[in-house]
């Protein structure tokens, strides 16, 4: 008998399919996909505080699914946007802690509190549920500008001091983080155009009005194809299969500047420990399955595969890597 997830919605075709099936197996598929307390009895929904179509969001669409399809209920995702992913954020740290609403952690989580004062003490009320992944970004330029490498971007911005206007797609983000470490590093001067996400930026960068961003490969592939994205290097350990030409941060002269862009889930601080362990081991087995890992693959993503306790030990030490960097460069969040 193929395995099926069920809930206490069933519809006839449901109900015939477990016809002659065995009690204790109709009983294990029902419980496997009950938590404690018969958790989810209702939609869980997983709040993206940042724009659909962007990063994040793909990302977290490709598990939700899924997952959805391992549990009584399923994961509605929500794009909560805007203050650079604040406003997301502060509604799941609001909502009861009761596993019905989760968060779509990015680094925001973890830096934070260093930018802003609105989210001190912020970091304390999540608790990691489970990382995901981290897709690939590659540092690129309008095509007009005259540079084919990373050298010689650092190189013409270095003799035009504050003249490279260079795409923000969130204060904290980590494409920002990454191009401030870039920036740090060498001690260029350049200007800072903020977006609401990453997909804005785009087209402004393809058509020079911005200059340089680091960005997330799989919304910059098409325009690299084309022709209407510079790609410079990689900010990955070893390069990609969409991009074997282009070189990796270390291979391209910077190995410091290599950032790691995690996403996964986080809860409100106070969610009971049974259910985050219950969400934990759903999100890890629907990693595990082959059309989802296929579709991470296709994105050139690192899979993390982060258990929960392993999950909140790297936003821990994300918090304390990047509150130097903040303070040193003075980033604040718009």
């Known amino acids: 008998m193929k395995r099926r997830t069920f809930n206490h919605h069933m519809g006839s075709a449901s109900l015939l399919a477990l016809a002659g099936a065995p009690l204790s197996v109709v009983r294990a598929q029902t419980d496997e996909a009950r938590g404690p307390g018969g958790y989810p009895d209702r939609l869980v929904k997983l709040v993206v505080p940042y724009p659909a179509g962007g990063v994040v969001d793909v990302v977290m669409r490709a598990i939700s699914e899924p997952v959805s399809g391992l549990m009584a209920n399923r994961i509605l995702v929500e794009n909560r946007t805007g203050a650079d992913g604040r406003i997301g954020l502060e509604a799941v740290a ?69 003249e490279i206007n260079v795409a923000n797609p969130g204060s904290g983000s980590s494409n920002h983080l990454g191009q401030e470490l870039l920036f740090d590093v060498t001690g260029i001067r350049v200007t800072n155009i903020a977006y609401k996400g990453q997909p804005p930026s785009l087209a402004d960068i393809a058509q020079g009005h911005t200059h340089f961003g680091l960005l997330a490969q799989n919304l910059a592939l098409p325009l690299i194809r084309s022709g209407k994205l510079r790609p410079l290097a990689s900010n990955t350990s070893r390069r990609t299969r969409s991009l074997p030409d282009v070189p990796t941060v270390a291979e391209a002269g910077f190995p410091e500047v290599l950032v790691l862009p995690w996403y996964g889930i986080a809860a409100p601080a106070r969610t009971p420990a049974a259910v985050v362990q219950f969400l934990s081991d759903r999100f890890a087995k629907a990693l595990a399955l082959p059309e989802t890992r296929a579709k991470y693959e296709a994105m050139d993503a690192e899979i993390l595969d982060l258990p929960a306790p392993r999950f909140q030990a790297l936003i821990d030490s994300e918090f304390k890597r990047w509150g130097a960097l903040i303070k040193k460069r003075g980033i604040l969040a718009g």
Do not use: N, W
């Open 94 to 162: 609001k909502s009861p802690a009761d596993g019905y609403t989760l968060l779509s952690a990015t680094p925001l989580i973890a830096t934070g509190e260093h930018m802003m004062a609105d989210m001190k003490g912020k970091a304390q009320e999540f608790v990691g549920v489970y990382g995901v992944a981290a897709p690939p970004a590659v540092f690129c330029v309008s095509p007009g500008l005259p540079v084919k490498t990373l050298k010689e971007f650092v190189a013409l911005a270095a003799s035009k001091p504050g």
